[in-house]
């Protein structure tokens, strides 16, 4: 399986990103001046596309990928707003969840496992 796209048969989208889980959970140290210089991005994590722009209408959401948004140095790009909706882990090659990090789940089956963890710890 090596060489090929880690999510090989999954739907995604063309301006989606995906989420490194090691570095989501351990964050890899930069000097700032390294990358100060670097194109700048936006990009909006949620579970899904859905729950991302809940509540927006077509012109809203088509905003938060215009390239008004960007810098001077993002006129070339095609997009400028990317979604991430997942991780992937690099050494098994799989889907995983966005780390909490990332993205904070706000529905009822979270927060019971939330519970359940806090109740269960000595």
Request: net charge positive.
């Given at each position: ?17 995906f ?59 095609r ?43 000595p």
């Amino acid at each position: 399986m090596r060489g090929k796209f880690p999510l090989n048969g999954t739907y995604f989208q063309v301006n989606e990103v995906f989420a490194d889980d090691e570095s989501s959970k351990n964050p890899i140290s930069v000097f700032r001046e390294w990358i100060w210089d670097l194109p700048r991005r936006i990009v909006y994590f949620g579970t899904s596309t859905a729950t991302i722009f809940r509540g927006l209408g077509i012109d809203d959401i088509q905003y938060c990928f215009q390239k008004d948004l960007a810098d001077e140095f993002c006129r070339l790009c095609r997009f400028v707003g990317f979604i991430c909706v997942r991780g992937f882990d690099r050494r098994t090659r799989t889907p995983k969840r966005l780390t909490e990090r990332l993205h904070r789940q706000t529905n009822a089956a979270a927060k019971a496992r939330a519970n359940k963890n806090t109740n269960q710890k000595p």
